[in-house]
């Protein structure tokens, strides 16, 4: 079994920066890994995905803003997010794995305030 968590989760002001990290218990250099986020009354949205080769893809609405990162050595996935703003707000998930099977942190709340 994997497990997943987050941490770097926070109240920000629009314009600001921060860093999520997602620590994995287990050995993930071959796994796909992305961070999705779920704003309330909304479904959860994929926000950024990075395959074992470090190919990465982002949602429109944080292009240029927001940054996903491993590092294998230390199991561990990062989401670098700068000029925040307060659409950006939510529970924000780190996930491993394919639709086939998926695993899934417990989530971090973020907040940007205008």
């Known amino acids: 079994q994997l497990q997943l968590v987050e941490s770097g989760g926070g109240l920000v002001q629009a314009g600001g920066s921060l860093r999520l990290s997602c620590a994995a218990s287990r050995v993930i250099f071959s796994m796909p890994m992305g961070w999705y986020r779920q704003a309330p009354g909304k479904q959860r949205e994929l926000v950024a995905e990075i395959t074992s080769g470090g190919s990465t893809n982002y949602a429109d609405s944080v292009k240029g803003r927001f940054t996903i990162s491993r590092d294998n050595a230390k199991n561990t996935v990062y989401l670098q997010r700068n000029s925040l703003k307060p659409e950006d707000t939510a529970d924000y998930y780190c996930?491993?794995?394919?639709?086939?099977?998926?695993?899934w942190g417990q989530g971090a709340q973020v907040a940007v305030s205008p």
């Open positions: 996930a491993a794995g394919t639709v086939l099977r998926r695993y």
